[in-house]
């Protein structure tokens, strides 16, 4: 499976969000450090999920982060990311 | 982690009120993260430390464990971590960053 559909659905199985959008901007990256020719180095994700509720943004990149450590180690150079409850999307 | 590295973290995050960890300097940042971040803190007329991750391979892996964060740049407030490149920019934005930094005693210009 391609990282981003592998992003896809790590999120979608443990944060149930309302709202997913992951868009691979490796190619803007092209030549940088942490670039791979492979591309999907780059990715921004913003999630709108319950599972935020009540807590801190440190606390919600943290868990986001800890779901995707394997794609961060072995492929992700850098990950934008916004992380909102339905609330605060809306 | 190596305990001089946590160490070493440790004092600069205690002895300096805002401290950026970073790739290359305020001056000569090497990454886009970090360039956005420095961007800010001089936009806000914010006096803090860079320290730069790039000259200690063991400094680059030891932020990422002592924070429990896989990313850099890291902006440490008082001893504090406030966030990465997303949460700084973010803050920025809404106003809450000048605001929370007011309420930790450091001086912000107002734009």
Known sequence: MDVANRIRAKLTEA???????IVDDSHRHKGHAGHDPRGESHFS?????????GKSRVERHRQVNALLAEELRERVHALALRTLTPDEAA | MDT????????????????????????????????AVVQVLNHM????????????????????????????????????FLGGCDIVR??????????????????????
Do not use: H
Request: charged share 25%; glycine share 8%.
């Open chain 2, 4 to 35: 001089t590295v946590s160490e070493r973290i440790r004092r600069d995050i205690t002895e300096n009120d805002v401290v950026l960890f970073m790739k290359g300097t305020p001056v000569f940042p090497q990454c886009g993260f970090s360039a």
């Open chain 1, 15 to 21: 944060l149930a969000p309302v709202r997913l959008e």
């Open chain 1, 45 to 53: 994700v913003t999630v709108v999920s319950e599972a935020f509720r």
């Open chain 2, 90 to 111: 973010e803050m920025y934005e809404t106003g809450e960053l000048q605001e929370s930094l007011r309420a930790k005693g450091i001086a912000v210009e107002d734009r």
């Open chain 2, 45 to 80: 007329g914010v006096t803090f430390k860079g320290v730069d991750v790039l000259v200690d391979p063991s400094l680059r892996q030891g932020i990422k464990e002592f924070t429990n964060w896989p990313t850099i740049p890291q902006l440490y407030v008082k001893g504090e």
